[in-house]
C-alpha cells in the first residue's frame, strides 16, 4: 500500500516527480482520487500558502510547489472529470487585454487548482468578450483576473461591465489582484473581492463562492 | 549649484542647496510633456521643470545580433511590440536558455563578448556631455536578463532545483557585465559619477526571493560589482522595486549601495519614516512618489500633498525627489508637472 502522506511531502518540497509517482502508485491501487485531493493535495497546498504568508516560502518555492501539485492533479482531473465529481468552484482567470504579466496570475490559479478548484486559465492579454464567452459556456461560477501595470488596470471595469451586458452578473462572482490594485479599487469598479497575494486570493474564492 | 554639484553634495553627505530632483519615464510619457509643454527637446523640458536628473552615456553595441539567431538580440532574446493601450512595450517572444538541462549546455551557449562594444564612441560622448549633470555609465541587473533567457518561472524555479545551471548562467551574465564596466570605468576615470545596479528583490507585499537565495545568487556578484565602481570612485545607485525591506542592510552592508531606488512606500515595511529612521545615516532615498496610486489616479493636490510630506519624512536625511519608476501614459500631465513645481516651491535646504 502505498504511503499517500508522502504526496503531501512530495508537494511541500516540490518535489514533481514523487508527487506523480506517489500518484501512479495510488491510483493503480485503486485509492479513491477525492482522497489524494481532500486529504493530501489541499492540505498539503495549504501548508504552502501558510510558510508563505508567514515568510517561510516565497515565490521560487510557491512555483515548484504548484508544479508537483500539477504532476499529480494531471493524473487525478480526469478521473474526477470522467466520474462528474463537483469542484470546489469553476474559475475562469486571465491577465485583462494588454497586459502580459503572468506570474501572479499562474500562481493563483495554481494555488486555486491546489485547493480544488477547477481552473478554466485564458491566459494573457485576455479581452472582455473572451473572458464573457468562457463564462457562459463553462458556466463558471468565479472569475479572477490581473492586471500588472497601471495602463491596463482600467480593462477590469470594462470586463465587468460586459459581463453585465452578456447578463451573466448573477452568476459568476469577480475578483481582482495585481500590483497596483487595490481594494478601493475592486470596491470602485464592482468586483466582489480582491486579494493581494495567491494564498489570500484561496481565502477570498472560497468565501465568495460560499456566500 | 549646477545639478551635478546638488546630487554631489548629497554624496559628500553635504547639504545642496534644494532637494535634487530626477525624472523616470516612458517615451511616450517624455513625447507627450514635450508636446504639451512646447519644449522642443528633452534637455528643455529638464529646464522647464528644474529636473536636475542625469546623463547616461553608452558604448553602443557593434554587435547587434546572437550568432546563430539573426533575429535576436546578442542574448538570444527575440521581443515582440506588445500594445498596451496608451504605449508599447516590447516583450520578450523567446527564451533561448528554457530547454537547457546541463552546466555544459550553459557554458556552450554563444555569450556576448564586451569586445563588441563600441568604446570610441562612448570616449567621445563622455568628452562631449555637458558637466552641468551627474554622468551615469554602465548597468548591471543579471537576474532580470536570467528570467528574459530562461522564462521568469523556470528562472525562479531554478533557485531551488537546478541552482549549478542558474549559477553558471548568472556568472556569464556577470563577466560580460564587468568586462564591459571595467572598460567603461578605466576610460572615464575621473568623469563617472554614477552606475546602476539593480535587481528587483521585492514584490508588492514581501520579498520575492528567501533572504538565503538573495545572499547566494545575487550579493556575491553585486558586490563584485559595486567594488570595482568604488575602486574608481564611482558612486551606487541600487534599483529593487517592492517590498525589499529585509534586504536592504545587506544592500548596504555587502553590497555597498549608496542611493536607493525607488522608495515604494506603501509596500509593507516600505513605510518612510521607518526607513529615514533605520537607513536614512547610510543611504541617499531616491524617488518616493508613488507610480502606483499617487500618481496615475491621484489629483493634483494628492501630488502635491505626497511631495510634501516627503519633505518633512526626508527632512535631516537625503532624498532625491522622483516617481517611483517610470511615468505611465496614464499619468495626468498636472500630476507630473505639480510634482516638480512643489518641489522647487518647498524643496529650498
Keep these: 500500500m502505498e504511503d499517500l502522506s508522502k504526496l503531501y511531502d512530495a508537494i511541500l518540497v516540490g518535489n514533481f516527480k514523487q508527487a506523480r509517482e506517489v500518484t501512479e502508485k495510488a491510483l493503480a491501487e485503486k485509492v479513491d482520487p477525492q482522497t489524494l485531493v481532500q486529504k493530501h493535495m489541499i492540505p498539503a497546498m495549504d501548508e504552502v500558502g501558510r510558510r508563505y504568508e508567514a515568510n517561510e516560502y516565497f515565490v521560487p518555492e510557491l512555483l515548484i510547489a504548484a508544479r508537483a501539485m500539477k504532476a499529480s492533479l494531471e493524473l487525478i482531473r480526469p478521473l474526477l472529470t470522467a466520474r462528474g465529481d463537483s469542484f470546489a468552484g469553476r474559475v475562469v482567470i486571465g491577465t485583462v487585454k494588454g497586459d502580459l504579466h503572468d506570474i501572479g496570475k499562474n500562481l493563483v490559479a495554481a494555488m486555486l487548482e491546489g485547493a480544488g478548484f477547477e481552473v478554466i486559465d485564458l491566459g494573457v492579454d485576455v479581452s472582455p468578450e473572451k473572458f464573457t464567452s468562457a463564462i457562459k459556456e463553462r458556466k463558471a461560477n468565479l472569475v479572477a483576473m490581473s492586471a500588472l501595470l497601471t495602463t491596463t488596470m482600467s480593462s477590469m471595469k470594462n470586463i465587468i461591465e460586459a459581463i453585465k451586458a452578456a447578463g451573466l452578473r448573477n452568476q459568476v462572482r469577480v475578483m481582482i489582484g495585481g500590483a497596483p490594485v487595490t481594494d478601493k479599487y475592486a470596491q470602485e469598479i464592482g468586483a466582489d473581492g480582491y486579494s493581494s497575494n495567491a494564498n489570500g486570493a484561496v481565502a477570498l474564492a472560497r468565501k465568495l463562492v460560499a456566500a | ?349
Design chain 2, 1 to 349: 549649484m549646477t545639478s551635478r554639484d546638488r546630487w554631489l553634495a548629497l554624496f559628500a553627505d553635504e547639504k545642496p542647496d534644494r532637494i535634487p530632483t530626477d525624472y523616470w519615464a516612458t517615451d511616450e510619457v517624455t513625447a507627450r510633456l514635450q508636446r504639451e509643454l512646447r519644449c522642443a527637446t528633452k534637455e528643455e523640458l529638464y529646464c522647464k521643470l528644474s529636473i536636475d536628473g542625469l546623463t547616461d552615456i553608452e558604448a553602443p553595441k557593434t554587435v547587434e545580433h546572437h550568432p546563430d539567431d539573426p533575429e535576436a538580440d546578442i542574448w538570444g532574446l527575440r521581443r515582440a511590440p506588445i500594445n498596451y493601450g496608451g504605449g508599447v512595450y516590447d516583450e520578450f517572444a523567446n527564451h533561448p536558455l528554457a530547454d537547457i538541462t546541463t552546466v555544459e549546455q550553459v557554458h556552450a551557449f554563444k555569450w556576448p563578448s564586451a569586445d563588441d562594444r563600441d568604446y570610441v564612441q562612448f570616449a567621445r560622448s563622455l568628452r562631449d556631455a555637458s558637466r552641468h549633470r551627474v554622468i551615469r555609465a554602465g548597468d548591471f541587473e543579471p537576474f532580470l536578463l536570467y528570467c528574459a533567457m530562461r522564462g521568469m518561472e523556470q528562472a525562479m524555479m531554478d533557485l531551488v532545483t537546478e541552482p549549478e545551471i542558474a549559477q553558471a548562467a548568472l556568472d556569464h551574465i556577470f563577466d560580460y557585465h564587468y568586462s564591459v564596466n571595467q572598460r567603461l570605468f578605466e576610460l572615464g576615470k575621473g568623469q563617472i559619477d554614477v552606475t546602476y545596479v539593480a535587481e528587483d528583490l521585492g514584490g508588492q507585499t514581501a520579498l520575492l526571493f528567501s533572504l538565503a537565495q538573495i545572499r547566494k545568487f545575487i550579493l556575491p556578484n553585486q558586490k563584485k560589482m559595486a567594488d570595482l565602481a568604488r575602486s574608481y570612485g564611482i558612486h551606487v545607485f541600487y534599483h529593487t522595486d517592492g517590498a525589499a525591506r529585509d534586504i536592504i542592510p545587506d544592500l548596504i552592508n555587502v553590497t555597498g549601495i549608496e542611493v536607493l531606488n525607488p522608495i515604494q512606500w506603501r509596500c509593507p515595511g516600505m513605510e518612510r519614516e521607518s526607513l529615514a529612521r533605520d537607513f536614512g545615516d547610510r543611504v541617499i532615498f531616491h524617488g518616493a512618489i508613488d507610480n502606483q496610486q499617487t500618481l496615475p489616479f491621484g489629483t493634483t493636490q494628492d501630488v502635491r500633498n505626497e511631495v510634501l510630506d516627503n519633505i518633512r519624512i526626508f527632512s535631516g536625511r537625503r532624498w532625491i525627489c522622483a516617481p517611483c519608476h517610470n511615468l505611465q501614459p496614464i499619468t495626468p500631465t498636472a500630476n507630473i508637472t505639480t510634482m516638480y513645481e512643489t518641489i522647487h516651491e518647498y524643496g529650498r535646504l
